[in-house]
């Protein structure tokens, strides 16, 4: 049997223990300690991954090396693991001596697992029994690195693999959004996958399918091709132009009934008159707090606020392009966090594009942040219902200065408004005010000045082309058209090819054929048919779960295909596109230049932001700042602006790193932060300027840069009143290292707040004292001090030096008896002695959602080999993503 290369000490989850790690990192105060950037080379230099050389190639079939362990290794753990457990004591429920040493074969492999990870780690023999000698350590964890390694190696040719599943929610939702080419939210009625015991939702141990989803994913099929698929003429706009003198008219005379009434009431004294006009005046010049309707050329002001009055009361559509005013008088000013409401009634389309035009200004020349402008789509009902939601995907930044206004203009596809008001239009109900649907423009600015703008006009539905393209792809053009059975086979056999992700056998073609021929009769054309033929083949199996190549004809070529599928799904979230599909019929694939040069391809393409996305709020657990519930007395800046920058900032950092391809220890620390004005001045950075995220230079200080002092994590492992070490420790160790602890014992007594004494303790002495109970003792040990290390970070990620007026002790001790003096102490310890365990674990992670399934012990050796070669390539962001592409794993042959 054909052995992959041992990599000494390769197969560790956790980077071999050196003499240098039994002494705690130096002070960050002591002269000449390095930087933590210098540490984080040093630590890439010393990385076992990059010391190792690979052993020969043995053809030979591997046998356990028995005998080296009898004589050995066997002594060793006699003298120094049995006393604790063996026959007399089973100190974490484990027995050394009864272990089978055959790792190839027998049924205790992942008790050995337990082993080395406990030795490489210093975390045995514990610092109050005898030292185990460095030579000694060494000797026992290079016998199980190749004894694992080689084990691996033997399972994974007997076991073989399989990652047979559905799509997830999100990927069908991109599949249908690519192969039809028309936006929308297609799986909004699919409920969501639950994560696997890795994080990740798209695991085949997950995702089956049951029949009311299959029900909810043909009703969405159908709404899906009814909107890539139009019928007769393109269908006319409709245009709202509102000028702002026209929406402020009616305050104008209100104001001037006002100063009517002043100057009947007071005709008879001129000096009261002038008073009191001029008092008037005043009041109607005065700055509103809110949106309010300016006048240029007099001063006057009033409140733009908006009232639900019903359809019948909104803007009114014409059938024709609106005259656009000539001047720039009369404006409606948006200070920053403020809205203007335009009411467009109940004839807004469902299909086609929303266009929206403003032509607008800033406030002031004077030199500030330019402001910004999102855009929101919500709607009204007479029972009090409503919703809104912002349907811009970027922020409009108004560069234009007061006297030279200009246009800006939105695009946002209709059918990806969500939700929309399902009785608008259908009834009138008689006097009460019926369902009106409006645009809210909103002034996004965290410190930029107001805006202001005199027109907004209002086009739907817009179309580049009629037919769309998403008609188009299906019904091409052809020489054939005329003869509708040799069309029907030219339309099916492409649909086939891209919704299947491989070209239908002759045999399947047939059918698809035969079941057009069969309904043509029934239905009123071609168009009809055909549509209904479609749905069959997006309800098939093929299209909606993913066929392993063991699983399909032999005969074709299945394995390129699945590879294109694979890469697609990885990368993309979806099924691949005419070029993979084009590479894989031609067999051309899966040669390693040309999928090399396919990946750098795919992750230039906006969708693999889709990748970054996904992966890493699957990888991170960002679910749980979804539903973060903070104490918003405690915390008055955790505004909705910040809660939504803290949600990208992790998913930019990620992009960013793939994109420059840099060294995925940035994860630990980088000098360098992606933010937005928000986040920025929550992390007391200065000089950033608008909402849109760009990389942004760090001083030397450790409080910020890489994922592990970034606001959002930190806040999501909090309690949102406090900090919460434990949640913050078990994190870290789940997510970064792979190394989750083990579940508590039960009747584990909670901390009792309502004990005075106990209510008066820091949170670190509190944690201190629970660690005390016997049964929280082991656990906590090695939990605790990885938490306590982020104590300068407050319930939503601020950094801070007091608590209750107390300075901050954010010191700790591992279980190796190695300090850890905050956030600093921990990034040192980490760069300079876990770097090899975060590069497992990162390649683990990755490599588990690129193949969509759990990852098992058959796998360890490709993953030990993948992470030797990222870490002998200066560890690459873009490169972990090449080599796993590149890896035997990947391959579906």
Known sequence: ?????????????????????????????????PSLAELKAAGAQRSSYRQASPQPIETAVPQPRLAAFRQEIQPILQQTCVPCHGPELQEGNIRIDTLDPDL??????????????????????????????????????????????????????????????????????????????????????????????????????????????????????RQALRRAIVRGDQPPPQYWGVSMEDAAAAEWVKQDEQLARIREQHKNDPEKLAQELKRQTARFQARPSGAHYRNLTTGQTAGASWRYSGARYAWKPAAAPPEIPADFDHVAVIPPRQKLIVELGDTVPDEGVLRVRIRASRTSAEEQPAPSLQLEFGWQASNDSHASVRISDHDLAITAGPDQPEFY????????????????????????????????????????????????????????????????????????????????????????????????????????????????????????????????????????????????????????????????????????????????????????????????????????????????????????????????????????????????????????????NHSVLDFLHADYALVNERLAKHYGLSDVEGNHFRRVKLDLQPERGGLLTQAGLLAMNSDGKDSHPLKRGIWMLKSLLNDPPP?????????????????????KERIEDHRNHTACMSCHAKIDPWGIAFENFDAVGAWRTQVQGKPVDASSLLFNREKLDGVDGLKRYLLEHRQDQFARALVHKMTTFALGRPLTFADRAPIDQITAELRRQDDGLATLVQLIVASDLFSPQ
């Open 409 to 660: 203009e939105w695009r946002i596809p209709l059918s990806e408004v969500y939700p929309r008001n399902s009785v608008r239009g259908v009834n009138r109900m008689g006097d009460l005010p019926s369902p009106s649907e409006y645009i809210k423009i909103v002034n996004s600015s965290v410190s930029g000045g107001d805006v202001q703008l005199d027109y907004v006009e209002i086009t739907a539905p817009v179309y580049d082309q009629w037919p769309p393209a998403s008609h188009t792809r299906i019904f091409f053009d052809s020489p054939h058209r005329q003869d509708e059975t040799v069309y029907a086979r030219e339309v099916l056999a492409r649909f086939l090819t891209r919704a299947w992700r491989r070209p239908p056998t002759p045999a399947e073609l047939d059918q698809k054929l035969a079941q057009f021929t069969r309904i043509r009769p029934q239905c009123d054309d071609f168009q009809d048919a055909m549509t209904e033929v479609l749905e069959t083949v997006l309800a098939s199996p093929r299209f909606l779960y993913l066929v392993a190549a063991d699983d399909t004809d032999a005969e074709s070529r299945t394995a390129d295909f699945e590879l294109a599928t694979r890469l697609s799904l990885f990368l993309w979230c979806s099924t691949p596109d005419e070029e993979l599909l084009d590479l894989a019929a031609d067999g051309r694939l899966a040669d390693r230049e040309v999928l090399a040069s396919q990946v750098r391809r795919m992750l230039a393409d906006p969708k693999a932001e889709r990748f970054s996305r996904h992966f890493v709020r699957q990888w991170l657990g960002m679910q749980l700042l979804d539903y973060l519930n903070v104490d918003r007395k405690a915390y008055p800046q955790f505004d909705p602006a910040l809660k939504e920058a803290m949600q990208q900032e992790p998913v930019a950092f990620f992009q960013e790193m793939l994109q420059q």
């Open 104 to 221: 190839l074969h027998g049924d205790d492999v992942d008790w050995w697992l337990e082993v080395v990870a406990v030795l490489s780690k210093g975390e045995m023999p514990p610092a109050d029994e005898a030292e185990l000698a460095d030579q000694d350590r060494s000797k026992i964890i290079e016998w199980l690195s190749t004894e694992i390694q080689t084990a691996s190696t033997v399972r994974r040719a007997e076991q073989g693999r399989s990652s047979f599943r559905r799509m997830t929610r999100y990927e069908y939702q991109y599949a249908l959004q690519d192969l039809l080419g028309v936006p929308g939210n297609f799986a909004d009625n699919l409920p969501p996958e639950s994560p696997s015991e890795d994080g990740f939702q798209n695991s085949s141990e997950m995702l089956h399918m049951t029949a009311t989803q299959l029900a909810a994913c043909r009703e969405s099929i």
């Open 743 to 763: 579940p508590p014992p039960p009747a584990v007594p909670e901390i009792d707040l309502a004990d005075p004494e106990i209510a008066k303790l820091t949170l």
């Open 1 to 33: 049997m054909k052995l992959l290369p041992v990599w000494i000490a390769c197969c560790l989850l956790f980077a071999p223990i050196a003499t240098a790690q039994n002494a705690a990192p130096a002070s960050p105060d002591t002269a000449n300690v």
